[in-house]
């Protein structure tokens, strides 16, 4: 099956430096992706969608100048936690579907931030 | 708004069947999936059922759907000790076949 890639899986990082998280498609075109937030023993929160070439949308709550969000090929999205504090530790997980496909989203494996 | 509810919790014995319920709010979802979470791992899509079926049977997972009651559940049959993890429903969202809004998730644990 469809194989969506995140790097790096686990990222510790001192608070007020900014972290960059790539979500990658591997064999297929992703036109859309979606990044979520788990918090530990928690259910995901979508964050924002992401559609290739253009602005990310946010969900209602989620800062988009803290969480900057990226699009900028078929196979690339990249979510950057600005100026990370403690709080912004948490498990970050991108999903991606395939052009002209319907019914199913592909995972990424997630990204384990931990901000000192 | 959107709201998924989930059982936290679900403890059963191997070799016996598991049922892990899920209820959703909004009518015009699409889809609706079954994920499966391993501890520190992504998400692993187990089966998904289309909105205008009420059953759907994939080996030893069976969905159940009941769409007047926005109810969804998803059976193992035959659970093993490595089917312990936590099992998330989601709906697709209003207009969305991918934008997924997730339940709370139930801990399945499989005790030998």
């Known amino acids: 099956g469809a194989v969506v890639s995140q790097h790096p899986s686990r990222v510790i990082c001192k608070s007020g430096t900014s972290v960059k998280i790539e979500c990658r498609s591997l064999?297929?075109?992703?036109?859309?992706m979606f990044w979520y937030r788990q918090f530990p023993k928690q259910s995901l929160m979508l964050m924002a969608t992401?559609?290739?070439?253009?602005?990310?949308?946010?969900e209602q709550g989620v800062e988009k100048d803290k969480f900057l969000i990226n699009h900028a090929s078929l196979t690339l999205s990249t979510l950057t936690v600005t100026s990370a504090h403690p709080e912004d530790s948490s498990f970050y997980i991108c999903?991606?579907?395939?052009?002209?496909?319907?019914?199913?989203?592909?995972f990424g494996e997630g990204s384990r931030l931990t901000v000192l | 708004g959107e709201d998924v509810e989930q059982s936290l919790f679900l403890s059963v014995r191997e070799g016996d069947s598991s049922v892990i319920n899920c209820t959703y709010t909004?009518?015009?979802?699409?889809?609706l999936y079954w994920y499966k979470q391993e501890p520190g791992a992504g998400l692993q899509l187990l089966t998904y059922?289309?909105?205008?079926?009420d059953m759907k049977q994939d080996q030893r997972l069976t969905v159940l759907l009941n769409k007047k009651d926005k109810h969804l559940s998803l059976r193992i049959a035959d659970t093993q000790t490595g089917d312990s993890a936590i099992y998330f429903c989601?709906?697709?969202?209003?207009?969305?076949?991918?934008?997924?809004?997730f339940g709370s998730g139930t801990r399945l644990l499989v005790r030998p």
């Open positions: 999903s991606a579907t395939q052009a002209g496909e319907s019914g199913e989203l592909f």
């Open positions: 064999d297929f075109q992703a036109t859309t």
């Open positions: 992401s559609n290739e070439g253009s602005k990310a949308t946010y």
């Open positions: 909004d009518s015009s979802s699409t889809y």
């Open positions: 059922i289309f909105s205008n079926m």
């Open positions: 989601a709906e697709s969202t209003q207009g969305s076949s991918y934008k997924l809004i």
